[in-house]
């Protein structure tokens, strides 16, 4: 099988997948990020916040 008809036109799912895949890649970290982010937060303790007398 040539590489030339591996590449062809295959009917539109893959240029679907060569945008897809990126934005679901930056989706993913966006989300581990957010999570880890979520997770630190949690863990400060309450003396960060301001104290009101």
């Given at each position: 099988m040539p590489?030339?008809?591996t590449l062809a036109?295959?009917?539109g799912w893959d240029e679907i997948?060569?945008?897809a895949g990126p934005l679901?890649?930056?989706a993913a970290v966006l989300y581990?990020?957010?999570r880890r982010a979520n997770?630190?937060?949690a863990q400060e303790?309450?003396?960060s916040a301001p104290e009101t007398s």
């Open positions: 590489v030339a008809e036109h295959q009917g997948l060569m945008v679901l890649m930056f581990l990020a957010n997770a630190r937060l303790p309450a003396a």
